[in-house]
Structure formats: C-alpha cells, structure tokens
C-alpha cells in the first residue's frame, strides 16, 4: 500500500513564477491537507480539502490555493512567487475528515525561489 | 487561538542517556497531542498520540503523557540511540469549530545522538 506521493521532489523557481504542487492520499484517505515548512520552523497550515472543496484554511494569502479531485489527489498553485515562498510543502491525508484522525505526511516538495 | 511551545534547542546526547522534550500547550477544549519525528531529508512521521487527558502515547521506547492540568505533552526517552538523531515537533489537533482538521506544530527540537 503506497502511502501519500508528492511530485516534484525539487523545484527551483524565480520570482513572480507561478507553481503547481501535486500529491496523492494514502489509500482509502479522502481529506488532503497542505502545510509549509520553512527552514528551521514547524509546518505551518496552508488548507484542507474534503469532498473537492477547501473545507479551512490557514492565514496564507490568495496567492495560494488549491484544488481536490475526484480520485482525492490535490494541486497546491502558488502565484507570483516571492523569496519568502522558498520552503518545502508537505501534503498530509487522513480518512473520514474526522478531525481527530491522524494525518500521514509525504516527503514533501522542496521549493526554493531565486 | 491554539498554540504548542517547545523547549528551546538543539539537544545533544551522548548514546543511551535519558531524553526529555517539553512540549507545552494552549488550546480550548480537548485537543488531542501528537509527536512527530523528522529525519534528515524527509517528511514527518507519526511517533505517537494521545487523545485524552492522562492517556500515555508510546513508540519505539519513547513515551509522553497527556497533562490537562499543566497543559503538557512531554516527549521521554529512557536510553537514546544514534539513529534517534532526528528533528522532533509536538503538535496538536481539535476538532470542531475553525481549528478542524488542522494540526498545529511547535517549532520543533533538534536531537542530536553521539556515539
């Protein structure tokens, strides 16, 4: 059983680029989440999808949104990059969308902006 | 709204000493408290949880207990190995309201396991 899958593993962009992150759930896990995790900090929580709609999210700006598709996988999209953009973007699934389930992570995506 | 505070770190160890990691909490209600491990180039694992209060998580030797009253979650390890050289982030969850399904992290402790 695959746990959750991210591509690309690394990404170098500039700035005011656009990027598309992608991720695929764990089996049978139907809620994606997104986190950034800066260097040397604790993920911070960008949102949540659930049944294809963005159910919560974080205080990130507009520049960040998201999609969910019918088979569960997610896109994270950032606009308009800036340096501070530069972090590596972890998905997390978890099943039901019960908020007390534990989320798997994946490895993440390592996004550096120049 | 909630947040996790963790001690301030890094922490170095040399191998089989006793590892403790503070882990404080503010949150409303009954979150349930997570601790997650990173090692180097990787993502987060789960090491382990709690769900309520004076419920005690345990995981590969370590261990950490639920305290409603002093709002703890402190991460403990009898005898600490090489490969548990990894960064360590305490967390929580509550569910309900506008904090569903998002997990909140503490800034996260790097351990460091001499031979």
């Known amino acids: 059983d695959a746990g959750v899958t991210q591509s690309p593993t690394h990404l170098i962009k500039t700035r005011g680029q656009q990027v598309t992150l992608r991720c695929s759930p764990k089996?049978?896990?139907?809620?994606v989440s997104w986190y950034q995790q800066a260097l040397g900090q604790g993920p911070q929580f960008i949102f949540q999808y659930y049944e294809e709609e963005e159910r919560q999210r974080g205080n990130f700006p507009d520049r960040f949104s998201g999609h969910q598709f019918p088979n569960y996988s997610s896109e994270l999209n950032v606009n308009a990059l800036l340096l501070g953009d530069s972090a590596l973007y972890l998905c997390?699934?978890?099943?039901?969308?019960?908020?007390?389930?534990?989320?798997?992570f994946g490895p993440g995506t390592r996004l550096t902006v120049l | 709204g909630n947040s996790v505070t963790q001690m301030e770190g890094p922490v170095t160890l040399s191998e089989e000493a006793f590892l403790t990691i503070n882990c404080t909490y503010t949150?409303?209600?009954?979150?349930?408290l997570f601790w997650y491990v990173q090692y180097p180039g990787e993502g987060l694992q789960l090491l382990l949880k709690?769900?309520?209060?004076?419920d005690k998580g345990s995981n590969k030797g370590f261990e950490a207990t639920y305290r409603k009253e002093t709002t703890s979650f402190h991460l403990e390890k009898g005898s600490v190995q090489v490969s548990d050289s990894a960064v360590y982030f305490c967390a929580l969850i509550r569910g309900g309201g506008t904090s569903y399904g998002k997990l909140t992290f503490g800034q996260g402790t790097i351990l460091t396991v001499h031979p």
């Open positions: 089996s049978g896990h139907d809620t």
């Open positions: 709690a769900t309520k209060a004076d």
């Open positions: 949150a409303t209600g009954y979150p349930s």
């Open positions: 997390a699934s978890s099943p039901s969308g019960r908020g007390y389930n534990e989320q798997f």
